[in-house]
């Protein structure tokens, strides 16, 4: 029986030689697997991104290099992973970020023993390196039951194709969610698969603006209403409208719940308040429908685990303006 292939996809941009080297050799000392059925894509973004050897590289590893020619111009990530997709000729594929690594040596070999039954998606826990914010100490965490970010996630490239799970390259932030969503959403049940053991970390980059900035959240978050958006949308498209309202029910209940966190209602932050009340205004306008006709134990269900998920994060709601009140603006 032919051997099932995984293709590691990789968009690049400024990281070092040293960092991209650091997960290539990560996936070079993988146990009990033939690296001859692993291939590797790189694509850099745009004419400054970092210069790679080819020629050292092919020399340096057993698993095949293709270095795809950097694009003319800086097209984003969404963009970058997409051309490492359209690349790629195996049977699975997982996207990795070039300052990242394997964490475990068996990481490979987990994902080749789920390969022996066909899946659609696979997704795992996986290791966030992060630093102490008082001591700058170098911490680590497990990301558990994950639907935001990329890492720790393999897909069936025939699955993909079949649905037409495509990056938005109009997306550069929160780009993940609209990815994973629709991989989780449109799986089929019996194949999607949970690895409980960590095989990838998500290793700390000084560079990282959504690591160093803590108000990130607060600056991007109508970017996150623009991904749930465009969810939606693909969702409406392939004529499935309950996953629309499901996620559209979700962002309106999310953004009342975040909006009520403390942070969002010092003095000092009221500038990014407005400007996701005013993004929220359009969502609201076009979803309206699809939520007030949702199912009762389905909005209950978006409470609850929104709810949860503040208390994991401690994240405080107040609740200071009930729903139905703080709604009313937005109606016409």
């Not at 795992?124 to 992060?130: A, D, Y």
Request: with cysteine.
């Amino acid at each position: 029986m032919k051997s099932k292939t995984l293709g590691i996809l990789i968009p690049y941009y400024k990281e070092t030689v040293e960092q991209i080297t650091t997960l290539l050799d990560s996936i070079e000392i993988q146990q009990n697997v033939d690296l001859n059925n692993v291939k590797v894509w790189m694509c850099g973004d745009g004419p400054d991104s970092t210069v790679l050897d080819a020629v050292k590289l092919d020399a340096r590893y057993s698993f095949k290099i293709n270095i795809i020619p950097h694009t003319p111009e800086k097209v984003g990530v969404s963009a970058l992973r997409d051309i490492c997709f359209q690349n790629a000729d195996t049977d699975y594929v997982m996207w990795c970020d070039a300052d990242d690594m394997f964490f475990s040596a068996i990481g490979l070999w987990m994902i080749f023993n789920e390969m022996k039954t066909d899946f659609d998606s696979l997704t795992s826990t996986f290791i966030v390196e992060c630093k102490h914010p008082e001591t700058n100490e170098t911490l680590f965490q497990n990301k558990e039951n994950d639907t935001v970010f990329v890492h720790g996630k393999v897909h069936n490239r025939y699955f993909l194709l079949r649905e037409g799970i495509r990056w938005n390259p109009e997306l550069q932030i929160h780009e993940d969610s609209f990815f994973n969503i629709q991989c989780r959403s449109l799986a089929d049940p019996q194949k999607f698969r949970y690895i409980p053991v960590p095989f990838y970390m998500w290793k700390w980059n000084d560079n990282s603006v959504s690591r160093r900035d803590d108000k990130y959240i607060l600056k991007t978050y109508q970017m996150l209403m623009n991904s749930m958006d465009k969810l939606c949308d693909v969702f409406v498209e392939k004529e499935k409208p309950e996953l629309a309202q499901q996620h559209a029910t979700q962002m309106i209940y999310d953004t009342y719940f975040t909006l009520n966190c403390p942070q969002w209602l010092e003095n000092t932050n009221q500038e990014y308040r407005d400007t996701v009340e005013n993004r929220f205004r359009d969502f609201y306008k076009k979803w309206e429908r699809m939520f007030e006709f949702a199912d009762e134990n389905l909005k209950k269900a978006a409470i609850a685990g929104i709810k949860n998920r503040l208390f994991m994060e401690d994240s405080m709601f107040l609740e200071k303006i009930t729903f139905d009140d703080w709604i009313k603006k937005f109606k016409d």
